[in-house]
């Protein structure tokens, strides 16, 4: 018999040692032909069955292990860790038990980290599990805080996490105009380095820039027609309603000068970009050019 246990690395690995401590396995078989032979084979001191771990084995090694996983023997259990199976090992898994465990998202990973708080006797309020869901992390790198939070005295707040917790909050383009924005120069350059780190596109934050600002000068012209728009007037800027009023609430503290400079250096860094210079430099120019030309506050 061979069960594979595919999907989130954390989860998979998990759902198989909790198989193997049922039927008796201890310890991972050496994925190797000879290694693995032995384990099917019963010996003087236990049962046949292995655990293999797959995830480091390349199509050769496959090659040489995959005849002796075709004719396991009657009533041997061989348990594979394969989240990501490669697609050989895919085809051969249609034919066997598959168990398959996804990585939560949205919605599904914050009720994740709620019960796996439980398990720790940790209450997790509701706004702290959806900060430990936004953070950049997998489920076992989760795991480890959540273990460290049910260690600090209740109630727990989120200073007290934010605090703790070793993993960053990920990084959008709009953090980066946000930051922009706000006149935060310090913040912007250091959203800007990070981005780049993480082999974000220049082009795609020069989007996001050129989106946000288009944004704000509809909401400008809004103003300009009527101070106090309604809501019916919002829905002519054709954003989410929460974006839209606070385009409007940036809108007031602009210029009109100030806009139109905005918008002049948006065009050039994304002229420079297309023209195959530096990208970042002409982003870097531009994020320079709007922290120099929008009011502060």
């Given at each position: 018999m061979v069960i594979a246990f595919t999907g989130d690395p954390f989860l998979a690995k998990e759902a198989l040692l909790q198989e193997a401590s049922l039927r008796g396995l201890t310890r991972f078989t050496e994925p190797t032909p000879e290694a693995l032979a032995e384990a099917l084979s019963p010996g003087l001191f236990g049962q046949a069955g292995a655990l293999l771990d797959l995830r480091e084995v390349g199509d050769g090694e496959w090659k040489a292990l995959k005849p002796l996983l075709e004719n396991v023997p009657e009533g041997v259990a061989v348990l594979i860790l394969d989240p990501k199976p490669t697609t050989a090992r895919a085809a051969f898994y249609r034919t066997r038990e598959r168990r398959d465990f996804p990585t939560p998202k949205g919605k599904d990973l914050v009720r994740h980290l709620e019960n796996r708080a439980k398990r720790l006797g940790l209450r997790l309020p509701a706004g702290i599990a959806q900060y430990l869901a936004s953070l950049e992390g997998d489920l076992e790198a989760l795991e480890r805080e959540l273990e460290k939070l049910a260690l600090l005295t209740p109630p727990l707040t989120l200073e007290k996490v934010e605090r703790v917790v070793a993993l960053k909050p990920p990084v959008?383009?709009?953090?980066?105009?946000?930051?922009?924005?706000?006149?935060?120069?310090?913040?912007?350059?250091?959203?800007?380095?990070?981005?780049?780190?993480?082999?974000?596109?220049?082009?795609?934050?020069?989007?996001?820039?050129?989106?946000?600002?288009?944004?704000?000068?509809?909401?400008?012209?809004?103003?300009?027609?009527?101070?106090?728009?309604?809501?019916?007037?919002?829905?002519?800027?054709?954003?989410?309603?929460?974006?839209?009023?606070?385009?409007?609430?940036?809108?007031?503290?602009?210029?009109?000068?100030?806009?139109?400079?905005?918008?002049?250096?948006?065009?050039?860094?994304?002229?420079?970009?297309?023209?195959?210079?530096?990208?970042?430099?002409?982003?870097?120019?531009?994020?320079?050019?709007?922290?120099?030309?929008?009011?502060?506050?």
């Open positions: 959008t383009g709009f953090d980066l105009v946000r930051a922009v924005l706000e006149g935060d120069a310090k913040r912007a350059f250091r959203h800007l380095k990070r981005l780049r780190e993480e082999g974000e596109e220049p082009l795609r934050l020069l989007g996001a820039f050129a989106w946000q600002f288009a944004l704000l000068a509809r909401a400008w012209m809004l103003l300009e027609e009527n101070p106090r728009p309604t809501e019916g007037d919002l829905a002519r800027l054709e954003a989410h309603p929460y974006a839209a009023k606070r385009a409007v609430e940036l809108a007031r503290s602009l210029t009109g000068n100030a806009l139109k400079a905005s918008l002049e250096a948006l065009i050039a860094g994304e002229r420079r970009a297309k023209e195959g210079k530096d990208p970042w430099l002409a982003l870097e120019r531009a994020v320079h050019t709007l922290l120099n030309t929008l009011p502060r506050g």
